[in-house]
């Protein structure tokens, strides 16, 4: 992965967004900055960063909108959350609203930045030559290309669902624990399970539709994909 990408620092806290940003350029990245949401939405589509570090509680338009309106505009950009509110709630409202990651105010810069690289590395799609076309039953998913067809539909997945579905489907006939999705998925040893329930839902809703359930849930145990 190249170091050259663009990080926006989104933050109303000047100090934090100096030392971040002198940071992120010592270790090779490209940063540019925003204090407020309004700023954040304008650089995004004038910058196209390869990964925003958003601050929720903002002036005005807080992070969580910013991040609304960005997938409201089809923009996938990698967003990691920036809080000082480490709550059950803000971390699923922040990954449902798509969402990469979060990370808890005050927090280590090498910390952060080893974030912002599992993010980058996540959401890079994988090289052709080595990404597989995966098929279960009728639904049809290429790594390569990042696409996915159900009975011939094509489905329109963000890069989390996308992400969580390969990994199902790459373990079809598994049950899998919400530890182990969250492990694969997301790269966390332990997280909040209803980002994954929640994610699971999110699936079922485009999946479903076109030709009944592929999803099935082991109570208490996990998920698995299957005809």
């Known amino acids: 992965m190249s170091e050259s990408r663009r990080v926006l620092v989104v933050d109303d806290e000047a100090n934090i967004r100096d030392l971040v940003e002198v940071a992120l350029r010592f270790h090779g990245f490209t940063p540019a900055t925003a204090s407020t949401g309004e700023d954040a939405l304008r650089a995004a589509r004038t910058q196209r960063p390869d990964l925003v570090l958003l601050d929720v509680m903002l002036p005005g338009m807080d992070g969580f909108e910013v991040c609304r309106r960005l997938r409201a505009g089809g923009d996938q950009v990698p967003v990691i959350f920036l809080t000082a509110r480490d709550t059950p709630s803000d971390t699923v409202t922040g990954l449902t609203l798509g969402g990469d990651d979060y990370v808890t105010k005050p927090f280590s810069i090498e910390a952060l930045i080893a974030r912002v690289r599992a993010v980058l590395r996540r959401a890079a799609p994988p090289p052709s030559s080595s990404g597989a076309v995966l098929r279960v039953a009728d639904l049809e998913l290429d790594e390569a290309h990042w696409t996915v067809r159900r ?20 373990n079809a006939g598994v049950v899998l624990s919400r530890d182990r999705l969250m492990a694969g998925v997301w790269g966390w040893d332990h997280g909040n399970p209803q980002v994954v329930e929640t994610y699971i839902s999110y699936l079922r809703r485009k999946l479903d539709p076109l030709g009944g359930p592929l999803i099935h849930t082991r109570r208490g145990v996990g998920y698995a994909l299957r005809p």
């Open 151 to 170: 009975g011939g539909v094509d489905v329109d997945l963000s890069p989390t669902e996308f992400r969580l579905l390969a990994y199902l489907m790459r």
